[in-house]
């Protein structure tokens, strides 16, 4: 009598039929389209394996800055989508190449996913003082402006407008100060005083060009 395979899958007995021919088909399709674009998603998804447990835990231990709490829970969803995807990535080779067994190479790259999980957990540590220090000069640097009433406007020609209403324009940043242009003032300019953290400290107003940048502090 005349078996065939799908005579035995109607019949519910042809599961191993069913996944050797799979494999076969999917060796035939790797073979007949194996191309660059193919071998470069291949390696995108095994350096997405291991980079995105590294990032995730590694952003998740050095914090983030207040309100932003709710990126704790994607940076901890990175690691366990890191490592599922490398297991897809050993499965897929299995059936592809036709490598088997394939449980070392799930355990390997399960091992690589949290390792590298590992390690971005010990950067995330040694990066987390100076990324908190970062995040609180932001919050100083946002209270200082809003004590001052310089907000920005959206355009470029006048960039920013002080607390008594002068119109700026952003020229530069440099080693201690934020330099403006008072915008319809000849030959003025406006400077926020800077530490070497980048903490703003003072505001001068407009002032004349050339004149001392001496900052006075603001209250």
Known sequence: MKKSLLGAIALGVGGSAVAGFGAAAGRDLWKGTKKATGTLILL????????LPFLGMRNLIRGH???E???AIREALLVPLGIAIGVGVAIFSALMLGKEPFALAIITI???GLAAALIGAIVGLGQRPSTQRRYKIAMANEEFLDRLGIRETGEIEISHID?????LR??????NSIVFMAVGKRNKRAYIGLSPQGEMQSYTGVVALGSSREMDTAA
């Open 44 to 51: 995108t998804a095994i350096a997405a394996s291991v980079s």
């Open 65 to 67: 800055a207040p309100g």
């Open 69 to 71: 709490g709710w990126k």
């Open 110 to 112: 399960v091992g690589s």
């Open 163 to 167: 607390g008594q209403g002068n119109a």
């Open 170 to 175: 952003l020229i530069e940043r440099t080693a």
